[in-house]
């Protein structure tokens, strides 16, 4: 007789089956999914275990749902900032949050190492 190998919460034969193995025992990828993945704060969908997961002050994101709220360029690799629970890039939070040259208009940038502009 062979002993059973079955998901620890629907209890359906693993045999022949992707199955994650976890401290509590083997699960099936639907009843890992459900049981222990994340909702993406942005689509309000399960991430997935073969998804990439991004997080940022207890909010967990798709790769691709983790993007600046005015532009949607992609923040998984870019430096950002939270602006009321908003997440912006570079850019777009200079474009609002920085002075503007009475001049011409531009963005004033701050130095990175002084955080004052020079001005000829």
Known sequence: MSESFDCAKCSESLYGRKYIQTDSGPYCVPCYDNT???????????????????FYEDRHFHEGCFRCCRCQRSLADEPFTCQDSELLCNDCYCSAFSSQCSACGETVMPDADTGWSDIP
């Open 36 to 54: 222990f993945a994340n909702t993406c704060a942005e689509c309000q969908q399960l991430i997935g275990h073969d998804s990439r997961e991004l």
